[in-house]
Structure formats: structure tokens, C-alpha cells
């Protein structure tokens, strides 16, 4: 058979089961590699690096199989491993960074100095000063054993309205899908203030292995396997007290409906509102928008505010 005819069957579906079957990378970014001794150029393929199945099965699984090793190595340790560089880099705490910047969400790339008045309001928790250190507690025995107990806690999100066993709504007309679907949308944020808020909390680096799972109802809900142990009590507080509040332009009401949709000109290169002509807003300027009507009425509430359920379910 002569090149040109098979050359046309290898398609991307071909190319990426085959990657596949080879456990390499299906998605591999291709960099142009240039020696400035010789001038020789050649392509360097980069592993995608996904942790997720749907995205990429090799790349996933080579991360799931790190991911066990690092579980395995350090989970007992009793130890800080880092080197002077890491606790140097530690020192910066960069917990304290600033969790509450939603500007980048949509793949604005631009730096944008975040509005003071788009608060984050800190939670009523106890705070102590976090410590360089990641191992927890240590707990001596009457016979001089030691013990450094670890946890095992599922988050949830609150309830949107009853559900049936296979996690459709009981009743459709009351079920608070929007709730279900912004929570959902925000989540990730939600758990990232989870993790500083426990560290601010226990005073400590908490370190945790965690899986985030659809639940029948289709809201995430997250497991987590966390090193040391906190007591119950700060736990439940810490996870009560926790919210993230989302700072978006207002998305309330539908601006465009079906009959009224905006049009693409090419004197503006973009899309324009055809009642006024104006070039829709970018997602900066629906911000800086936000930002002018809070600076006229600072007690305006955000967008979304996403807390955890009463559900939490504590192990170890
Ligand atoms: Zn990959």
C-alpha cells in the first residue's frame, strides 16, 4: 500500500486511541526546539500534565499513580521534608494570598488591580499565625507510643429542595436549580477557602489528599484524606463559617433574548447591541461597571454567596 493511501485514515481519533494504547500523552504540546550552536530546530513534544480522565487517560493516570507515591512517602513522615528554598518560600505564607480575585475566571488575562470594594469579608474564626509545618498532633500512649492521627471528612454543598433516590427533584417547581448551578460553578473557590481558613484555624499547613465527586444530584461534593488531627469542634466551625462570595458583573435577567440577539459588525470587530448600536461590554468593563455602582451604594450584596451544607461527615 502506498503512503497516500493510507496517510488519509490516520485521523486525530486514530492518533490519540493509539496514544493512548502507548500510555503517552494524547494531547502533547509540541514546542520548536532551536540549538543556537547548530541552528537545528527540532519539535519537543510536552506531556498535557491533565489529572483528569475525560481529558487525558495517560497523562491522568501517570498523575494518579504520583499521587499515590506521594501519599505513601509522606503521609507517615515525621518530618518536615523541605528543603531551605521551600521554607524560605513558605515564609511568604502564601496563604495569604488573595483568594477573592473571580477577574481571572473568564480567561481575562490582563492584571487587574482588584476593587477594595468587591470585599471579601473575613470569616468569624479564630485565627492563630500559620506555622511552616505540615504534620499534625502528636499523641503519646501510656507505653511511650506515638500516635499522628489522620482524617477523613466529606464537604457538601446545602440542600436545593428533596430529591428522589435516583436525585431528580421531588418537586421540580421548588428545587433551587439556580442555587444547585452557581454553587456548583463556584465550588472550587469555596474549597480553597476551606484550606485556608482550616490553616488559619489550626495554626498549622494542613495537608490533605482530596477527590471531588458528583453526587446523585449532580453537586460536587468533596472527600479528603487530611494529615493530623483537628478537633471536631474547630472543624464544624471552620466549615460553617466558611463562604466565598462571587463579585461578577450582575447576571440577574437575560439582557438578550432570542428575538433580540446581538449582531457581529466588522466596523467595531465585535458583537454590537443592535437597539443602541454600542459594542457589548468586555468582561473588565462589566467589573469596572460593578465597581461604579458599588462605589454608589457600597452595601450593594454580591453577585453569589456559596457556603457549605449542614452535612459534613468527619472520620478519624
Ligand atoms: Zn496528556
Known amino acids: 500500500m502506498s503512503n497516500a493511501a493510507v496517510l488519509p485514515q490516520i485521523t486525530d481519533e486514530v492518533l490519540a486511541s493509539l496514544a493512548q494504547a502507548e500510555g503517552v500523552c494524547i494531547r502533547p504540546l509540541l514546542n520548536k526546539v532551536t540549538d543556537t ?11 498535557c500534565g491533565s489529572t483528569r480522565e475525560a481529558v487525558c487517560p495517560p497523562c491522568a493516570q501517570r498523575n494518579r499513580r504520583l499521587r499515590m507515591q506521594q501519599c505513601r512517602e509522606g503521609w507517615h513522615l515525621d518530618t518536615e521534608p523541605e528543603s531551605e528554598a521551600d521554607a524560605q518560600a513558605n515564609s511568604a505564607n502564601d496563604d495569604d494570598r488573595d483568594l477573592g480575585n473571580d477577574d481571572g475566571d473568564l480567561g481575562e488575562v490582563a492584571r487587574r488591580v482588584r476593587s477594595t470594594r468587591r470585599r471579601q469579608d473575613a470569616p468569624d474564626l479564630p485565627r492563630l499565625p500559620v506555622e511552616s509545618r505540615t504534620i499534625g498532633k502528636v499523641f503519646e500512649a501510656p507505653d511511650g507510643r506515638r500516635f ?5 471528612a ?10 428522589r433516590p435516583d436525585g431528580t427533584p421531588v418537586d421540580p417547581d421548588r428545587y ?3 442555587r444547585a448551578a452557581l454553587d456548583a460553578m463556584h465550588f472550587p473557590k469555596l474549597v480553597d477557602r476551606l484550606w485556608q481558613n482550616l490553616r488559619r484555624a489550626t495554626g498549622y499547613r494542613v495537608q490533605y489528599f482530596a477527590a471531588v465527586e458528583p453526587q446523585r444530584r449532580l453537586a460536587p461534593h468533596l472527600h479528603a484524606a487530611i494529615r493530623g488531627a483537628i478537633p471536631r469542634q474547630v472543624f464544624r466551625q471552620v466549615v460553617a463559617a466558611t463562604y466565598h462570595q462571587v463579585w461578577w458583573p450582575r447576571f440577574d ?3 438578550f433574548t432570542e428575538d433580540r440577539m446581538p449582531v457581529w459588525s466588522t466596523e467595531v470587530e465585535g458583537y454590537v447591541d443592535l437597539a443602541t448600536g454600542e459594542p457589548l461590554p468586555t468582561w473588565g468593563e462589566g467589573l469596572d ?9 457600597p452595601g450593594l450584596p454580591p453577585t453569589h454567596v456559596v457556603r457549605f451544607g449542614t452535612q459534613l461527615d468527619l472520620q478519624g
Not at 466529606?154 to 430529591?163: D, H, K, N, Q
Not at 461597571?289 to 451604594?297: C, F, I, P, Q, S
Open 176 to 178: 433551587d436549580y439556580r
Open 289 to 297: 461597571r460593578l465597581d461604579a455602582e458599588l462605589e454608589t451604594d
Open 37 to 47: 550552536a547548530t541552528g537545528e530546530t527540532h519539535l519537543v513534544p510536552i506531556r
Open 154 to 163: 466529606t464537604f457538601t454543598l446545602p440542600s436545593y429542595g428533596r430529591v
Open 253 to 255: 435577567r437575560p439582557v
Open 148 to 152: 499522628r492521627p489522620s482524617m477523613f
